[in-house]
């Protein structure tokens, strides 16, 4: 019979169910155990022993709310005083979070316009480099005007960063995103124009 359902009886319940009701998809980590394979990426679905309704559904990893707290108080799970004792550590746990999340948020506000500079800087850095190193067929000043200029923006990024780091970028108002490394350059001294 091709088109009958594929039954199986609970070990638990005793009763039968198809197929379906005793699949149990598991975790990535339990997947690759299971199959002792590091690599995989895809979760595996097993056939269980126990059937969809009376199998306990996995206990959640993140800490217990306090409404949930209370409930496990009223239904016996936990100790009256130790409940109310965590629920009194997490009210006394806020404050000091909530300020966490806004000094870092605020850290990441300040530091935008900095990391929006660095940002530029690297660019032009790697925009001398792609010349310098696309230039490696050409021949005479040309290549060692792009060797040089390679050379001149690593110094002077890295210059730049440093003042930068050392004194803020209030105290630096000639550098802002729009600052062009070439205007920091060394002229090209003439010994360079004989090599």
Excluded at 14 to 29: D, G, Q, V
Excluded at 88 to 107: C, F, Y
Excluded at 141 to 162: D, P, S
Aim: net charge positive; proline share 5%.
């Amino acid at each position: 019979m091709p088109n009958a359902t594929k039954t199986k009886t609970c070990s638990k319940c005793n009763e039968e169910h198809p197929l379906s009701k005793f699949e149990r998809r598991l975790t990535l980590a339990q997947s690759k155990a299971l199959l002792r394979n590091p690599n995989l990426t895809r979760r595996h679905v097993t056939i269980s022993k126990l059937c969809r309704y009376c199998r306990q559904d996995m206990k959640s990893t993140k800490p217990l709310t306090a409404k949930q707290i209370r409930n496990k108080i009223t239904s016996g799970d936990i100790p009256q005083l130790v409940g109310e004792q965590m629920i009194r550590d997490m009210r006394e746990a806020l404050p000091a979070k909530r300020a966490k999340a806004m000094k870092e948020r605020w850290q990441k506000v300040k530091a935008q316009p900095m990391l929006q500079v660095k940002d530029s800087l690297s660019r032009q850095v790697a925009t001398y480099a792609r010349r310098f190193h696309s230039s490696t067929y050409l021949r005479g000043m040309t290549k060692q005007r792009n060797k040089w200029n390679y050379q001149e923006a690593r110094r002077v990024k890295a210059e730049l960063f440093r003042r930068l780091d050392a004194e803020g970028l209030a105290a630096l108002e000639d550098i802002n995103e729009n600052t062009k490394l070439s205007t920091f350059f060394k002229p090209m001294p003439d010994s360079w124009a004989e090599i």
